[in-house]
């Protein structure tokens, strides 16, 4: 009792104080993992990461580079030689310590390195001049001038104008430290690998024979690059210095290329409909050989988030949304891909939680990340015979005993249409059934993204509850992890079914006692506050306030704006001044009966 009344309410300044961790590795024998905890100090108003060693099995973490500044392993060689990337240059220092060796001292610094598997060359991007718009480099003359001038699209990308320099891969001979005469694998070209504007390593791989290299990109500018999601998986042969799609005819998105343990097969994930950005991921398969191939997972009715190999080649492991959580999942890859049978797929885990990576695997199973709503990323051990976690990492336990429990449930109500509605809900600490509380109904962007118990730093459930409020969290049309068809309802119906869930769910949930319905507000980001700038227009006196953050009001400035016209054309049916697309204002369309 007395430990329980110590405990406080959470504050934003814990949430600050919460340690960032990434799985950063395993050693070669899976027996200790190196991880990273990135913190934020108020007073310096900066980050700072450090690695650290840990014993799968359990024990006590280890720091590995205390250095000011951030360090990313690259990878962990057969001889346990941690590989890192630190202030862009590669440095290496045995897993079980000692001194650290600087290997480059490259010009401009590296980044997204992989080294190839002979260790023989080295691959990284940098970013190359290739158009110019920005006044700087079109007019030398006018070095103080700060113009960007466009006469095309492509000309942003999130939250930054694009200045005419390209992400491209490059290519050198490696000798122990030492770098040769890179060759630009996109040279003169306008495309982006990694692409632009969140990619990174992931979107190349060195073949297992380090004799190619495979890239993903969008070989598409301007107009027809706003329009397009249609990348592609290129091979650039090192010795011939030919490039060959891979993936040609496949009209989506194609990433996140990765070689079997044994080199005989590529996998990547694959989206078929070009234009359409959330569309379901399969995972594909091409045999090295025959060049044949085969989607894995064409008759799974869900989408799949990322993927990992298993040591002995026979199963691929997968991490998916399903039913208000993202889990572990396993496929057994067909001996024979004459037969095109397709394979049986097994989900593995199941709980109130979230798998959100797999970093690799052991003896004793998979190590993976996982959060909750309550607990910011830990690494765990996923026993395959036990089917549970196991903690490796206990980064943030010291801090969250400190703070009082924010319950979570998830509830289930009818949409409607008579559909089921899942909700996730997080009460407020030392809850009281009793006692009247106000209430929030969260509306998630995306739109098809999806509400699990993932952990946000951006919008923290944990935060808000323990400022006093209930959260209401639904799984509303639109998200992922309640099949297929359900995941693209929303598409082209912004303001109608998905708002009438959001409806449903807190008329449902209001009839309980504890909610003072006189405090019910709505919020949301992005289609989130299109959400809330929507549920202002019909809630009919539902909620008393609305907190919209960067949310889509205006649909005509909003399609003439953004830099993803593809996103626009597909969910909003097309442009707004075309009589012949009914859904081009979707926000608009008749509000029906909410």
């Given at each position: 009792?007395?430990?329980?009344?110590?405990?406080?309410?959470?504050?934003?300044?814990?949430?600050?104080?919460?340690?960032?961790?990434?799985?950063?590795?395993?050693?070669?024998?899976?027996?200790?993992?190196?991880?990273?905890?990135?913190?934020?100090?108020?007073?310096?108003?900066?980050?700072?990461?450090?690695?650290?060693?840990?014993?799968?099995?359990?024990?006590?973490?280890?720091?590995?580079?205390?250095?000011?500044?951030?360090e990313s392993v690259i990878e962990i060689t057969p001889e346990n030689e941690v590989i890192y990337l630190y202030k862009g240059q590669l440095w290496k220092k045995n897993i079980n310590g000692g001194e650290a060796v600087q290997l480059t001292n490259y010009e401009g610094g590296l980044s997204d390195v992989k080294?190839?598997?002979?260790?023989?060359?080295?691959?990284?991007?940098?970013?190359?001049?290739?158009?110019?718009?920005?006044?700087?480099?079109?007019?030398?003359?006018?070095?103080?001038?700060?113009?960007?001038?466009?006469?095309?699209?492509?000309?942003?990308?999130?939250?930054?104008?694009?200045?005419?320099?390209?992400?491209?891969?490059?290519?050198?001979?490696?000798?122990?430290?030492?770098?040769?005469?890179?060759?630009?694998?996109?040279?003169?070209?306008?495309?982006?690998?990694?692409?632009?504007?969140?990619?990174?390593?992931?979107?190349?791989?060195?073949?297992?024979?380090s004799k190619s290299i495979l890239y993903v990109c969008k070989k598409k500018f301007g107009k027809d690059y706003a329009l397009s999601t249609n990348t592609d998986i290129y091979k650039y042969d090192l010795d011939t210095k030919q490039t060959t799609n891979l993936t040609e005819g496949l009209m989506g998105y194609?990433?996140?290329?990765?070689?079997?343990?044994?080199?005989?097969?590529?996998?990547?994930?694959?989206?078929?409909?070009?234009?359409?950005?959330?569309?379901?991921?399969?995972?594909?398969?091409?045999?090295?050989?025959?060049?044949?191939?085969?989607?894995?997972?064409?008759?799974?009715?869900?989408?799949?988030?990322?993927?990992?190999?298993?040591?002995?080649?026979?199963?691929?492991?997968?991490?998916?949304?399903?039913?208000?959580?993202?889990?572990?999942?396993?496929?057994?890859?067909?001996?024979?891909?004459?037969?095109?049978?397709?394979?049986?797929?097994?989900?593995?885990?199941?709980?109130?939680?979230?798998?959100?990576?797999?970093?690799?695997?052991?003896?004793?199973?998979?190590?993976?990340?996982?959060?909750?709503?309550?607990?910011?990323?830990?690494?765990?051990?996923?026993?395959?015979?036990?089917?549970?976690?196991?903690?490796?990492?206990?980064?943030?336990?010291?801090?969250?005993?400190?703070?009082?429990?924010?319950?979570?449930?998830?509830?289930?109500?009818?949409?409607?249409?008579?559909?089921?509605?899942?909700?996730?809900?997080?009460?407020?600490?030392?809850?009281?059934?009793?006692?009247?509380?106000?209430?929030?109904?969260?509306?998630?962007?995306?739109?098809?993204?999806?509400?699990?118990?993932?952990?946000?730093?951006?919008?923290?459930?944990?935060?808000?509850?323990?400022?006093?409020?209930?959260?209401?969290?639904?799984?509303?049309?639109?998200?992922?992890?309640?099949?297929?068809?359900?995941?693209?309802?929303?598409?082209?119906?912004?303001?109608?079914?998905?708002?009438?869930?959001?409806?449903?769910?807190?008329?449902?949930?209001?009839?309980?006692?504890?909610?003072?319905?006189?405090?019910?507000?709505?919020?949301?980001?992005?289609?989130?506050?299109?959400?809330?700038?929507?549920?202002?227009?019909?809630?009919?006196?539902?909620?008393?306030?609305?907190?919209?953050?960067?949310?889509?009001?205006?649909?005509?400035?909003?399609?003439?704006?953004?830099?993803?016209?593809?996103?626009?054309?597909?969910?909003?049916?097309?442009?707004?001044?075309?009589?012949?697309?009914?859904?081009?204002?979707?926000?608009?369309?008749?509000?029906?009966?909410?």
């Amino acid at each position: 009792m007395k430990e329980a009344l110590s405990k406080r309410a959470m504050t934003p300044t814990d949430l600050w104080a919460v340690g960032r961790v990434s799985a950063e590795g395993l050693s070669a024998d899976g027996s200790t993992l190196v991880y990273g905890v990135s913190n934020y100090s108020f007073e310096q108003n900066k980050s700072e990461k450090n690695l650290f060693t840990i014993p799968v099995k359990g024990g006590v973490a280890k720091p590995f580079t205390t250095d000011p500044g951030g360090e990313s392993v690259i990878e962990i060689t057969p001889e346990n030689e941690v590989i890192y990337l630190y202030k862009g240059q590669l440095w290496k220092k045995n897993i079980n310590g000692g001194e650290a060796v600087q290997l480059t001292n490259y010009e401009g610094g590296l980044s997204d390195v992989k080294l190839s598997p002979d260790k023989k060359h080295i691959l990284f991007s940098k970013q190359v001049l290739i158009k110019k718009y920005h006044s700087v480099d079109k007019y030398p003359d006018l070095p103080k001038s700060n113009v960007y001038i466009y006469d095309d699209l492509d000309y942003k990308h999130w939250d930054s104008f694009n200045d005419g320099r390209f992400n491209h891969p490059f290519v050198a001979s490696y000798n122990q430290g030492q770098i040769g005469e890179a060759i630009d694998l996109l040279e003169g070209q306008p495309y982006y690998t990694p692409t632009a504007p969140f990619g990174g390593a992931e979107d190349y791989v060195w073949a297992p024979d380090s004799k190619s290299i495979l890239y993903v990109c969008k070989k598409k500018f301007g107009k027809d690059y706003a329009l397009s999601t249609n990348t592609d998986i290129y091979k650039y042969d090192l010795d011939t210095k030919q490039t060959t799609n891979l993936t040609e005819g496949l009209m989506g998105y194609d990433t996140n290329p990765s070689f079997s343990p044994d080199g005989k097969y590529l996998t990547w994930l694959s989206m078929k409909t070009d234009g359409y950005e959330a569309d379901k991921n399969d995972i594909m398969l091409m045999d090295i050989a025959s060049g044949r191939k085969l989607n894995l997972t064409a008759h799974w009715d869900e989408t799949i988030n990322s993927f990992f190999w298993s040591k002995d080649n026979k199963k691929i492991y997968f991490v998916a949304p399903t039913k208000g959580t993202v889990q572990l999942f396993e496929l057994t890859v067909p001996a024979n891909l004459n037969v095109r049978s397709l394979p049986a797929i097994q989900q593995l885990s199941q709980g109130q939680f979230d798998i959100n990576g797999i970093v690799g695997e052991t003896k004793e199973g998979l190590v993976v990340t996982s959060t909750t709503m309550t607990r910011a990323t830990e690494i765990y051990l996923f026993s395959l015979k036990k089917k549970n976690l196991t903690p490796i990492t206990s980064v943030n336990d010291a801090l969250y005993a400190q703070l009082k429990e924010t319950k979570v449930e998830g509830r289930f109500c009818k949409a409607s249409d008579g559909a089921d509605l899942f909700s996730w809900v997080i009460y407020p600490p030392d809850f009281d059934p009793n006692k009247k509380y106000p209430t929030l109904l969260f509306c998630q962007g995306g739109p098809q993204s999806a509400t699990t118990q993932g952990y946000s730093f951006r919008w923290n459930f944990q935060l808000m509850a323990s400022q006093g409020y209930i959260v209401i969290l639904p799984n509303r049309r639109g998200m992922p992890g309640w099949g297929v068809k359900w995941n693209h309802d929303i598409s082209k119906d912004w303001g109608g079914q998905a708002v009438r869930d959001y409806i449903a769910a807190i008329d449902d949930f209001k009839k309980e006692p504890y909610v003072d319905s006189e405090r019910i507000g709505a919020i949301g980001a992005s289609y989130g506050g299109y959400s809330v700038f929507m549920l202002a227009g019909v809630h009919e006196g539902r909620f008393k306030t609305f907190i919209s953050h960067c949310g889509l009001f205006n649909m005509e400035s909003w399609y003439g704006t953004t830099e993803e016209l593809f996103f626009a054309n597909y969910d909003l049916g097309g442009p707004y001044w075309d009589r012949k697309n009914s859904k081009s204002l979707s926000g608009v369309q008749p509000y029906q009966t909410y």
